[in-house]
């Protein structure tokens, strides 16, 4: 059983960092220590407050009362998802733990994180506070994309410190190819650029549970619905995310009692949503295009 413990300990750590540098929408992870566990296991307490404004002054009364509220709202996590895998003992072996030790970095890499990733931009996008279709042909249109953006930000007084622009490469390289005073004034704006794959940039996706006939392989793919993002600009406020519950499950083929195999098992539980109040803060632009 030490063996076991052993390997936990050293495959644990190089699962976080591969999330860490493959994820795209990490960088909106809030603070844990401003979300407290709920009383459900799929639930979140996140603190709000609201206040009153300003009012007349009197020199005879002096102030007005005012009321300052702190109310905490309990969330319920839309995100949970697993898997289970089992790798024979011997054919373990026989390939100097490379069967193992492969499957739980590329499951991570090529199949959880791209799918958090998607799962949260298209929530991101259906909450938007601005949501608009633009068929992007060149730089010009990417840049004048991007300052219809800020300037609804501005005028919805977004903070400007903090934005970060989700984009494609695709568009962003046709920005880096203008090289001009304009391109590089409009992603001034933003505080952080995250160049995201088309693949995990749709307005709606659709997840596959694994188990239906037809969905067996899981995953998730483009909703019959769903348009190409363009981009995504986003204040990390406006954006409830925390993931709540992570665990890498190893099991050895000793404490294994289905099979002589290790066992490697995944499950992910979390939140994506927007504050009712700040979806001024997030603009969605895409491709109004009909996929084929």
Not at 80 to 93: E, K, N
Not at 143 to 150: D, F, G, K, S, W
Not at 221 to 245: C, D, M, V, W
Request: aromatic fraction near 10%; proline fraction near 3%; include cysteine.
């Amino acid at each position: 059983m030490a063996n076991s413990i052993a390997l936990f300990k050293q495959y644990v750590p190089v699962l976080d960092e591969i999330y860490k540098e493959a994820s795209k929408s990490a960088v909106l992870d809030g603070n844990a220590d401003l979300a407290r566990q709920g009383a459900n296991a799929d639930e979140l307490i996140i603190p709000k407050m609201s206040m009153d404004g300003l009012g007349d002054y009197s020199r005879n009364s002096g102030y007005v009362d005012g009321d300052v509220t702190l109310t905490n709202e309990t969330v319920k996590c839309n995100y949970d998802r697993g898997r289970m895998f089992t790798v024979d003992a011997l054919d373990d072996i026989e390939t100097a733990s490379i069967a193992f030790g492969r499957l739980a970095g590329e499951f991570i890499r090529t199949k959880v994180v791209p799918e958090l990733d998607a799962f949260r931009f298209s929530k991101y996008a259906a909450e938007a506070g601005t949501k608009h279709a633009a068929t992007l042909a060149d730089g010009e249109d990417v840049i004048a994309e991007l300052r219809n953006a800020v300037n609804t930000m501005d005028e919805d007084e977004v903070p400007a410190d903090g934005r970060i622009l989700f984009i494609t490469p695709t568009l962003y390289g046709m920005i880096q190819d203008l090289e001009t005073i304009k391109s590089r004034e409009v992603l001034s704006r933003f505080s952080q650029i995250v160049l995201v794959p088309g693949t995990r940039f749709y307005t709606a996706i659709s997840r596959k549970d694994g188990k239906t006939e037809g969905q067996t392989a899981g995953g998730y793919t483009r909703a019959e619905n769903g348009k190409q993002l363009n981009f995504l600009a986003i204040h990390p406020s406006a954006t409830i995310q925390y993931p709540k519950h992570t665990v890498n499950k190893v099991i050895s083929p000793e404490a294994n009692q289905t099979s002589d195999g290790w066992k490697f098992g995944y499950r992910t539980v979390g939140i994506a949503e927007v504050y009712e109040n700040k979806t001024a803060g997030i603009y969605s632009s895409y491709d109004n295009a009909s996929f084929t």
